[in-house]
């Protein structure tokens, strides 16, 4: 999103935090690293452990500030592991929305005047905070974030011992883990379409809650209920019904339907460079349940191909996308470039009902 932004605040990071930034950096794939060092004008050779000493040197003499990581990582995670909502736009008019006037005008009535195509550096907020809202007349994107919190299992550290009176006592170790959640929305206003980005969290967070966290802290001045969630289902229907044709852009890994009854049945293939289709038995039966069933999940791999889009594929390589249908959420389980991401998320979008 080609906006014209400005750096806003001096905030402050503790040890912990700029700790914890700067994995977040090196937990990025080499080219991006790579990216940003460069950009920053430090050397991009060596380990990582190198290039972390690299880093904390340059903040320590101050040829590179903290806000300067915390922008380019806003600028990268969105597009790596993430899951995302799809949204229909207000049916309502929304012309106001285009006005670059009226928006920084409603913003500035509830407090937000600063966040105009600004970026505030945020590290870990405990509740979640807007950091960004970037506009123009055909798009509106609104960034937040939040601090999470969890223990995770490690049996490395776990232990024994006995009580005074010869009792055995098993201690189960859990690693206290922090993360930086990354929330983002944004409303094509040409096409008057949606989407919520929700940064990958671990097992045991739910994204539906994210999705309701993120969307009472906007309420205020932009509603939820403008906006229609996309029916997942229908698309993975269609995208095997392509395949199923010869004429798909994907790959099936995997798939799961549900009957009116609300039984299911699925298959997965031998592995993920393998399709699924292609003994006639199973293609089958999942072609019977695929005419009177409902997509219930698809674990596709987009392949690279031109495709019937408006726009040319802009990747070389499979691409995992996990379709969510019971959920109408979507899955990207391994990094990918914004270019990706809109690529493939505009061709579910023509799928959807």
Known sequence: ????????????????????????????KKYQIGEFLAGVGLLKSGTKEVLRGRIEEALDDGSLAMSQIVQFLDSVIPWCKQHVYLHKGPQSPIANWRKEEWVAALLKKH????????????????????????????????????RRDWWERNEDYDDSATTEEGDDIELRAFVHRVTRSLVAFEWDLVANSAFLQISQLPTG????????????????????????????RPPITQLHALEESGSGETRLHGIDYRTLQGRRFGGKSASAADPLLGEATIDAALSAIRKSGIGHLGN??????????????????????????????INFPTPNDEETVRYVLSRIRSHCA
């Open 205 to 232: 967070f739910d994204y539906a809650d994210v999705a309701d966290e993120f969307f009472e802290l906007i309420e205020g001045w932009l509603d939820r209920s403008l906006f229609t969630p996309c029916d997942l």
């Open 1 to 28: 999103m080609a906006i014209q932004t400005k750096t806003v605040g001096s905030p402050s990071f503790t040890e912990d935090e700029q700790a914890l930034i700067i994995t977040d950096v090196l937990a990025l």
């Open 111 to 146: 407090r937000l005047g600063k966040y105009y195509n600004a970026n505030l550096p945020l590290a870990l907020p405990d509740r979640m905070k807007v950091s960004s809202i970037q506009h123009d007349s055909r798009r509106l994107r609104i960034t937040a974030i939040k």
């Open 300 to 329: 596709f791999y987009w392949v690279p191909t031109n495709g019937s889009g408006p726009a040319p594929c802009p990747f070389e390589s499979d691409i995992h996308v996990i379709l969510v249908g019971f959920k109408n959420r």
